[in-house]
């Protein structure tokens, strides 16, 4: 097992393990944000640029929900 596969195991576990806790969606989109921010970071010069090109759409594409999901909460604070 090389470093590529253990660090797509790893967020595949966290993925799993976050949801089977965690009843919100909001909550889950988050944790799972913060799991690949935090992997990207740890592991971003272990990783194979071709593989740090993948998971860089799935973070832009997660972190686009969580924007949504504050812009959702602050507008239910102002009303």
Known sequence: MDVDDAIILIISFWAIVSFSL???????????????????????????????????????FILFLFLIIIAKKVIEVVS
Not at 22 to 41: C, D, H, R
């Open 22 to 60: 965690i009843k919100s969606i909001e909550i889950y989109l988050t944790l799972l944000l913060i799991g690949l921010l935090v992997i990207m970071e740890v592991a971003g010069s272990f990783i194979n640029p071709e593989i740090r090109k993948g998971l860089k759409p799935a973070i832009f």
